[in-house]
């Protein structure tokens, strides 16, 4: 993570520019006041950047949950920032000059929004959920020219991994997306895709919530898989493999396929590992025997006026709020000049949502973008807009 780490944080005039790079506001959290955020944009792009104070000096860093797409935009807005305020840069681990090709020049690398939008693949799509060292979607991707093949992983080291390797191998047939795979399958149209690729998930055996496998995850890979489509669970956990098979079964009607220690086309990196210690491997095979509905989801996003006063949302820190199906958590609290902005986490319980809500003269905005458009978000920007109606 690109950070850099000064002797002291000094503030700005905002808002400013420099470099292309425009600095808008700065808001500092109520509750930690070792803890602020500049907002910054740049190419487009919405994002923030922390700073953390810490023992004798401060860290300057992006924000994790608005980070932008290419990290060389990340080192552009820190080193603008550095420059405008004169900051005494003790040590940094941001190229100066240099810029990261891939990154920057990569058009595989997709924000959730491109999918979000009227996404209308012409070809037959598969999705690898987790591809980690990228072993099996990449030769996937190079021995089938005419699939779209979309890569969806949490962990930024294994993305630029694989986005330099689309580069190496000059693959046009293979996005890849940072963001929660259990979210991103409530984006994708229904029946246009052929293969859903859930290869050695984590097992999460203390946090089962967290688990990629639900019935949520089932039902929307069912929507989204062409008649004769196929959802590909591989797992060296016989725990993770008897949960799945008890989650599968429970549905009404479902064709399942059972395999123990099935070769593939090409091991990844965990598989070696787990066949070098003579782990079982299970592979259940779910597939789709049915055309689904057009995904259509009604309702928006807008607030109207906020009738709480700044003290009374600033005491919502950290509530819990249910409603059937879901959840709100009111996680941090910020001052910005003219308002309050939260940070929350909502939606539904095994596949939340983390974002910000901007409140100023009682005109309340998601920020920097609106949540997805799935059911729970929607349910829960409903209950959210009622309680802040008073
Ligand atoms: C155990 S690794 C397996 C990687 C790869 N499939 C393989 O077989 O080598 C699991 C991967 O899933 C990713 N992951 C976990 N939860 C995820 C989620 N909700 N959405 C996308 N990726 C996720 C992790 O970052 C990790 O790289």
Do not use: C
Request: glycine share 4%; proline share 4%.
């Amino acid at each position: 993570m690109p950070h850099l780490h000064i002797s002291e944080f000094k503030e700005i005039e905002f808002p400013l520019s420099e470099d292309g790079v425009s600095f808008n506001f700065i808001a500092d959290n109520i509750n930690h006041d070792e803890e602020k955020l500049i907002s910054v944009t740049l190419d487009g792009d919405d994002f923030f950047l922390l700073v953390k104070e810490e023992d004798n000096r401060s860290l300057l860093k992006s924000d994790k949950l608005t980070r932008p797409a290419s990290i060389f935009n990340v080192h552009k807005a820190l080193l603008a920032y550095a420059k405008l305020a004169k900051l005494d840069i003790i040590s940094s681990n941001v190229p100066e000059q240099q810029k990261n090709i891939h990154l920057e020049e990569i058009s595989s690398l997709k924000k959730v929004e491109y999918f979000a939008s009227n996404f209308k693949p012409d070809k037959e799509v598969r999705i690898e959920v987790g591809f980690g060292s990228g072993r099996h979607v990449l030769h996937q991707a190079a021995q089938n020219p005419d699939i779209l093949f979309i890569g969806i992983e949490i962990h930024r080291p294994s993305i630029e991994q694989v986005l330099k390797q689309i580069t190496i191998q000059n693959l046009d047939n293979l996005l890849v997306l940072d963001y929660d795979a259990r979210l991103f399958m409530e984006l994708i149209p229904s029946n246009i895709v052929g293969k859903v690729y859930v290869h050695f998930p984590v097992p999460w055996d203390k946090k089962p919530h967290r688990r990629v496998i639900s019935t949520s995850f089932i039902k929307e890979a069912n929507r989204v898989l062409k008649v004769g489509g196929q959802l590909e669970l591989r797992t060296d956990s016989e725990n993770y493999y008897a949960y799945s098979y008890e989650t599968f079964i429970a549905f009404n009607k479902t064709i399942l396929h059972i395999n123990k220690n099935k070769d593939i086309a090409i091991s990844s990196k965990y598989e070696d590992r787990w066949k070098k210690m003579e782990k079982n491997i299970y592979d259940i095979t779910m597939i789709n025997e049915e055309e689904s509905p057009d995904l259509s989801i009604e309702g928006d996003f807008s607030f109207s006026h906020v009738e709480l006063s700044s003290q009374e949302i600033e005491l919502l820190h950290k509530q819990v709020k249910k409603f059937d199906g879901g959840f709100i958590h009111f996680e941090r609290v910020y001052k910005i000049k003219d308002g309050v902005m939260l940070r929350l986490s909502m939606g539904s319980f095994d596949r939340p949502e983390h974002l910000y809500l901007i409140i100023n003269k009682g005109v309340a905005e998601y920020f920097p973008s609106l949540p997805l458009k799935s059911y729970t978000n929607l349910s829960a920007h409903r209950f959210l807009e009622k309680m802040l109606h008073g």
